[in-house]
T-cell receptor, first 114, second 110 residues
Framework: EAGVVQSPRYKIIEKKQPVAFWCNPI?????LYWYRQNLGQGPELLIR????????DSQLPKDRFSAERLKGVDSTLKIQPAELGDSAVYLC????????????FGPGTRLLVL | GQNIDQPTEMTATEGAIVQINCTYQ??????LFWYQQHAGEAPTFLSY????GLEEKGRFSSFLSRSKGYSYLLLKELQMKDSASYLC???????????FGAGTTVTVRA
């Protein structure tokens, strides 16, 4: 069974440029998460989807970050415009449901903003 | 919110045992997870505890004491491939949100 797929794996951009990350969760997983992981830190939740509905986006900086999961399967996270402090690894995870199910992570997109 | 503490680094010898402690203070609790993360890779699920006691999975064991807000991950018969960061994560009871500690980097030496 394929795991969580993310692309690109690496991205280098200049500040003020836009950037987008894509995630395809494990087949059949209804819940999708976007995390940001800074160097030497644990992942921090940005947004959680139940199917196509964003049910927890309290940690998403909405002035520059946006996300969508239009058909309840794959998802896109966008930053516009990017700032130097956005350099981090952006991880996508999925689980069968919101409840006690284990989250499985993708390999992440490593973003460097110059 | 959640406050999760774990040591930053640990070093051990191949074949030895290492215990990684995690303490937490939470506004709600619905389980504690341990993940392993090799450099540049995704966190991978290791263990899950929701009741007090020890859960054993091969060379890895995880312990939970809810009254003490304490867990540990025990790695036995260490191998070089066990060199990684180990993340402790607590799930809230209201929103099932996972809150992660900063991770413990374990270095296994020959």
């Amino acid at each position: 069974e394929a795991g969580v797929v993310q692309s690109p794996r690496y991205k280098i951009i200049e500040k003020k440029q836009p950037v987008a990350f894509w995630c395809n969760p494990i087949s059949g997983h209804n819940t999708l998460y976007w995390y940001r992981q800074n160097l030497g830190q644990g992942p921090e939740l940005l947004i959680r989807y139940e199917n196509e509905e964003a049910v927890d986006d309290s940690q998403l900086p909405k002035d520059r970050f946006s996300a969508e999961r239009l058909k309840g399967v794959d998802s896109t996270l966008k930053i516009q415009p990017a700032e130097l402090g956005d350099s981090a690894v952006y991880l996508c995870a999925s689980s069968l449901a919101r409840g006690p199910e284990t989250q499985y992570f993708g390999p992440g997109t490593r973003l460097l903003v110059l | 919110g959640q406050n999760i503490d774990q040591p930053t680094e640990m070093t051990a010898t191949e074949g030895a045992i290492v215990q990684i402690n995690c303490t937490y203070q939470t506004s709600g609790f619905n389980g504690l997870f341990w993940y392993q993360q090799h450099a540049g890779e995704a966190p991978t699920f290791l263990s899950y505890n929701v009741l007090d006691g020890l859960e054993e999975k091969g060379r890895f064991s995880s312990f939970l004491s809810r009254s003490k807000g304490y867990s540990y991950l025990l790695l036995k018969e260490l191998q070089m491939k066990d060199s990684a960061s180990y993340l402790c994560a607590v799930r809230g009871s209201n929103d099932y949100k996972l809150s992660f500690g900063a991770g413990t980097t374990v270095t296994v030496r020959a």
